[in-house]
């Protein structure tokens, strides 16, 4: 299922009826490590670590509008009968990690906003003192400069003035220098007080927010966990966390929140249903639903062209999960040819089955033979054999068929009856030419 064509497949017939919606170049794989920090008791975190089988993250255009969601599958080849409660931990687990990654990126933008905030206000104040301390320089300069211009013809009384004029009008520019240094870094201050201010006012978040880190505004993605039931056999476990409880008023169960699974079981679909999937997927889980039944298996696959060329990871999947001997000519080949492989399979039965026949017939009449006669021995173990033979045929043995085979004595008869199981394609066959 990690394949992004038969896992779109899959979310394709369980989101939209088998519409191809979803688009497997819009999935992009996920870690399927799960770590969430739920609280403990005592005040002490306690990490919990899952493995999920399969997780994507899928964007998705509807009606103009992107939609994002978290789509997870869940393989079982056997009924896990807590498998709600699974799927809940796994999506809540998920749904945490959504929570404490949007909290550290509002901390993360905290930060960088204050740190911006400080250097501006130390860059303005220090840009508005150097500027006063220029302004005091130039001038003090310009009014020394215009002191000493002053003729030395001048009387001393003329040039204590000047002194005068010199110290006095130098003051009043360093007092100057200074009220301009204040009053331009305050209003520095003042500026950026404003515009921090403004940030907050219009970011501004409650108590709420500021403990939690999850805003008002602040939105999760949608999980959805599938489970896909690689078995012949009906899903006889519970399909929600209802299912599980011992209680039964509904009075209470309206106070307990239900989850569900969504389930994906072959033993239980109609061949219409699955016939809704777009890849070798489909292949697969008909394969698996007909898997014991030999007669219709045998049918679907010598009727259905698709069967003709399966993906080889789709033929393997099939072996593995049924158990079945397949052989494919090619392990190395793309694609399979799952009829020839069945007829294979087969034919490699029957073969094995006459052989295992005529021993353990000549065997059985040995034995009977030493107790009953060797001619009633032989006879018997012939008709042992043809029975061997035809259960590994198609189709039913019938009471009245077993009979009739063992209840014939005529050595020649019993040989020819040997030679038609061996040859037939199935019971129907071996018993149409009997009558």
Known sequence: MADRRTFADAFNYLLYDGRQTIDPDALRPLDTTITG????????????????????????????????????????????????????????????????KTARTHRERQKAAGQTAHQTTTE?????????????????????????????????????TIRQMTIEETGVNRQSARRATAEETGAAGQSVFQTLTGDAKKNRVSSGEYLTGFYKSDRLVPVITLVVFFSAEPWDGPRSIHDMFSVDDPRILSFVPDYRINLIAPGEMSDEELGKFA??????????????????????????????????????????????????????????????????MRNDALAEGRTLGIAEGRTLGRAEGRAEGKAEGRTLGKAESILELLTYLPGMISESLRASILGERDSDTLSNYLRLAATSSSVEEFSSQLS
């Not at 709600?84 to 959504?98: H, R």
């Not at 104040?125 to 001048?154: C, D, F, L, P, Y």
């Not at 072996?319 to 694609?335: A, N, P, V, Y």
């Open 124 to 160: 303005e104040t220090g840009a508005a003192g150097q500027t006063a301390r220029q302004m005091t320089i130039k001038e003090t300069g310009v009014n020394r400069q215009s002191a000493h211009q002053t003729t030395a013809e001048e009387t001393e009384t003329a040039g204590q």
């Open 279 to 344: 890849t070798n997927l489909r292949e697969v889980l008909l394969f698996i639903k007909h898997s014991k039944d030999k007669d219709r298996l045998h049918a679907l696959v010598s009727e259905n062209h698709r069967f003709r060329s399966v993906e080889g990871t789709a033929a393997k999947v099939i072996r593995t999960i049924t158990g079945s001997e397949l052989k494919f000519s090619d392990e190395g080949e793309e694609e399979s040819d799952m009829c020839k492989a069945l007829e294979d």
């Open 37 to 100: 920090i739920p609280f403990g008791a005592d005040g002490v975190d306690t990490p919990v670590q899952r493995f999920r089988d399969e997780l994507k993250y899928l964007t998705l255009m509807e009606d103009g509008s992107a939609v994002y969601l978290l789509l997870g599958i869940e393989n079982q080849s056997d009924v896990n009968y807590a498998m709600p409660v699974k799927d809940m931990v796994y999506d809540a687990l998920q749904y945490a990690a959504q929570v404490e």
